[in-house]
């Protein structure tokens, strides 16, 4: 025998008719070349051929007929060549051990030979990419040694209801694209080797055999472009190995969530143009893997879920044409791998997160005709040329972008905007720092003690209150007799404690600090009140008192002069009280040192001070921003500041440099190297421009200011 094989060359020019002459090659394997020109008739007299493969090359013509007398053969492959013509009827007739015939990606026309399949031999029979016809043969159904079978892209018509019978070796099944009708028969479920099944582009309708659940081998499976209607079902969530599923354009309704509980591995997931309703279920254990989604058109409702964020999207996110209302989740943003997103067609409203940006891989977007508002984002992707009708339908929306109306169309009015929301900040803390620094140099100057000053409690008739309970400080001497040891009740860390019984029967307890310049005051309801003597500059440098008082805890004299307070060294005392030591902060304006150690030192004011500050230029508390420095240092200034507010011009943009580098020195998570107050002061009335501005504020980052080099005076 002679094997002749010279596959994948560049051989070219016609098929030579001498290959016929010899009639003892059993193979002819001669893919993948360039021969051109029709395969001549003296192929015919290979009577020992057991293989011939054509494929791939640029063949044209009809088959020879003589092709039908290569009784020996086995395989069979003109795939890939651009022959025309109709296949020889009585091909396969009396061909008894033909296993394989590939005629795919060529121009064949007519309908399929009826006896192809005689001896039940066929295993693989693919003729997907032509223009055959007619209904299909008989054979199919009792060929059953079938392991794959191609007829898509053809112009096949007639019912598939019974077109196939039961068939254990098959593992792909692809008929799509094609004129099928009638229903998918419950018998596909006996077919129990399919992996791959797809059957879309026709006609086919009825509800899809729960016996498709049987089908435990099946990893992809394709209903789309049907009639099919009714539910999708509840037996189909029971294959593990499923993960590329569409069952686009049909009829389907019911809940999504119903059929996808226990489908882990999804990879594709196509829902679009059904009628199905209800929300979005969005569980990380069954769309861990998920790489395109695609639910749009059906009449799913409520929040688009946050979830969505968590998965590692990479194609397509499509939520288009449903009723998806609310605004749109921060968390897409971390889809930086996504290509394109569609929200089109919604309810949705609120802005649209200028995060967005970060999703660099976009490269197609559409949030038209949704209640959007706002500014769209700038960077990344939206700072190209966008589609022309990604926005329209959105009459809040505005931007640079064509279609929408510029967001400050009158820059007067804009700068007065900016000026009114960045000065107003800035000048009330430079008021602060600089009434720290007057009242600090006056009270090293005033230092009263109530051991130098006796007449103290006449001169000072302080009234302390809090809602309607009121008493005055001289009423607190009276009741303790100067603080005579018998009303003493115990000893802490900051002061010794007092039972008073005020003329009113009310009894209290009052601390009276180890310092001699404190006096300790106790109202009923101002029981956790411990009052100073000082004034506000001297508090904050001395910072022996809480930040965290408000217009219910505080003390004054007659003349309305403030005595601020050390929140928790008094409490009404009970039946079971004693010695309570304690200091009330307000949540996220302590220093950490003096959570940690109770040690109070002058720079606890001082991280208390950078809190505020960053709370004013960020619009909201920025214990998300300390808490996780280190991570957070990567970001843009002009994402920190607050978004409801425009970009400040260039001298504004100084002065808000100076405040946040201010601030970020003064939250520093290591205590020595916080600043002075008086070098803060002195820092924010001089207005010191930093050497950043050097570049546009849109690219300095917070890395930049905290690297910031503090000094102590």
């Keep these: 025998m002679i094997s002749l094989q010279l596959q994948n060359n560049r051989l070219s020019g016609n098929l030579p008719a001498e290959l016929g002459l010899s009639k003892r090659h059993d193979i002819l394997n001669l893919h993948s070349n360039n021969f051109s020109g029709s395969i001549p008739s003296d192929i015919g007299n290979l009577q020992v051929l057991t293989k011939l493969d054509l494929s791939s090359n640029k063949l044209d013509g009809e088959l020879p007929n003589t092709i039908s007398l290569l009784t020996t053969l086995q395989f069979f492959s003109v795939s890939s060549n651009n022959l025309t013509g109709t296949i020889p009827s009585d091909f396969g007739r009396h061909i008894p051990n033909l296993t394989t015939v590939r005629l795919s990606r060529n121009k064949f026309s007519g309908e399929l030979p009826q006896e192809l399949c005689s001896r039940f031999a066929l295993e693989t029979f693919v003729v997907n990419h032509n223009n055959f016809t007619g209904t299909l043969p008989e054979w199919l159904r009792n060929c059953s040694a079938l392991s794959r079978?191609?007829?898509?892209?053809?112009?096949?018509?007639?019912?598939?209801?019974?077109?196939?019978?039961?068939?254990?070796?098959?593992?792909?099944?692809?008929?799509?694209?094609?004129?099928?009708?009638?229903?998918?028969?419950?018998?596909?479920?006996?077919?129990?080797?399919?992996?791959?099944?797809?059957?879309?582009?026709?006609?086919?309708?009825?509800?899809?055999?729960?016996?498709?659940?049987?089908?435990?081998?099946?990893?992809?499976?394709?209903?789309?472009?049907?009639?099919?209607?009714?539910?999708?079902?509840?037996?189909?969530?029971?294959?593990?190995?499923?993960?590329?599923?569409?069952?686009?354009?049909?009829?389907?309704?019911?809940?999504?969530?119903?059929?996808?509980?226990?489908?882990?591995?999804?990879?594709?997931?196509?829902?679009?143009?059904?009628?199905?309703?209800?929300?979005?279920?969005?569980?990380?254990?069954?769309?861990?893997?998920?790489?395109?989604?695609?639910?749009?058109?059906?009449?799913?409702?409520?929040?688009?879920?946050?979830?969505?964020?968590?998965?590692?999207?990479?194609?397509?996110?499509?939520?288009?044409?449903?009723?998806?209302?609310?605004?749109?989740?921060?968390?897409?943003?971390?889809?930086?791998?996504?290509?394109?997103?569609?929200?089109?067609?919604?309810?949705?409203?609120?802005?649209?997160?200028?995060?967005?940006?970060?999703?660099?891989?976009?490269?197609?977007?559409?949030?038209?005709?949704?209640?959007?508002?706002?500014?769209?984002?700038?960077?990344?992707?939206?700072?190209?040329?966008?589609?022309?009708?990604?926005?329209?339908?959105?009459?809040?929306?505005?931007?640079?972008?064509?279609?929408?109306?510029?967001?400050?169309?009158?820059?007067?009015?804009?700068?007065?905007?900016?000026?009114?929301?960045?000065?107003?900040?800035?000048?009330?803390?430079?008021?602060?720092?600089?009434?720290?620094?007057v009242t600090l140099n006056f009270c090293k100057r005033s230092k009263l003690g109530e051991s130098d000053h006796p007449e103290l409690a006449e001169s000072f008739d302080s009234t302390i209150k809090r809602r309607e309970e009121k008493f005055t400080f001289s009423e607190i001497i009276t009741a303790t007799e100067n603080f005579d040891e018998k009303y003493l009740i115990g000893r802490g860390g900051f002061g010794s404690v007092y039972k008073a019984v005020l003329g009113r029967g009310k009894v209290v307890e009052v601390k009276k600090m180890n310092v001699n310049t404190w006096l300790g005051h106790s109202g009923e309801n101002c029981a956790r009140c411990s009052t100073c003597n000082f004034s506000l500059a001297q508090w904050l440098l001395r910072a022996h008192c809480s930040p965290g008082h408000n217009s219910e805890q505080h003390i004054t004299t007659a003349d309305f002069v403030p005595w601020l307070s050390d929140f928790g060294t008094a409490r009404l005392l009970s039946s079971d009280s004693s010695n309570w030591t304690a200091v009330a902060v307000s949540y996220g304006y302590m220093a950490p040192e003096l959570a940690f150690t109770m040690r109070v030192t002058d720079k606890c004011d001082v991280y208390s001070f950078g809190v505020v500050a960053l709370e004013i230029m960020m619009g909201r508390h920025p214990g998300e921003l300390l808490a996780s420095q280190s991570e957070n240092r990567g970001f843009l200034l002009k994402d920190l500041l607050d978004q409801r507010l425009g970009s400040p011009s260039s001298g504004l943009a100084e002065g808000v440099v100076s405040i946040v580098t201010m601030a970020l020195a003064c939250t520093s998570t290591d205590p020595g190297s916080l600043p002075t107050m008086q070098f803060v002061a002195k820092e924010l009335s001089s207005a010191r421009i930093q050497n950043c501005l050097s570049e546009p504020l849109d690219m300095i980052t917070i890395n930049k200011l905290a690297g910031f080099e503090t000094r102590s005076d």
């Design 149 to 437: 079978v191609r007829l898509d892209e053809n112009q096949f018509t007639g019912n598939i209801t019974n077109a196939f019978g039961v068939h254990p070796s098959l593992e792909l099944i692809y008929h799509g694209q094609n004129k099928f009708f009638g229903e998918l028969s419950p018998r596909w479920g006996e077919c129990k080797n399919i992996t791959d099944m797809q059957m879309d582009g026709n006609r086919i309708s009825g509800q899809i055999p729960p016996e498709l659940g049987h089908l435990r081998q099946l990893q992809k499976l394709n209903l789309g472009s049907n009639e099919f209607s009714g539910e999708f079902p509840v037996a189909i969530g029971n294959l593990s190995l499923l993960f590329n599923l569409s069952l686009s354009r049909n009829y389907l309704t019911g809940v999504i969530s119903r059929f996808l509980g226990k489908l882990t591995r999804f990879e594709f997931l196509d829902l679009s143009d059904n009628n199905f309703t209800g929300v979005l279920p969005v569980d990380p254990r069954t769309f861990e893997r998920l790489t395109s989604l695609n639910i749009s058109h059906n009449k799913l409702s409520g929040g688009i879920p946050g979830e969505i964020g968590n998965l590692h999207l990479q194609y397509l996110l499509d939520l288009s044409s449903n009723t998806f209302s609310g605004s749109l989740p921060l968390n897409l943003a971390k889809l930086i791998m996504l290509e394109i997103l569609n929200v089109s067609h919604n309810q949705l409203s609120g802005n649209i997160p200028s995060t967005f940006s970060r999703m660099v891989s976009l490269v197609d977007i559409d949030f038209s005709y949704n209640s959007l508002t706002g500014p769209i984002p700038t960077g990344g992707f939206f700072q190209k040329k966008l589609p022309d009708n990604a926005f329209v339908g959105n009459g809040g929306l505005c931007g640079e972008t064509e279609g929408l109306t510029p967001c400050t169309s009158d820059p007067k009015k804009s700068n007065k905007k900016i000026l009114l929301g960045v000065l107003v900040p800035i000048c009330g803390l430079l008021l602060i720092v600089t009434i720290i620094s």
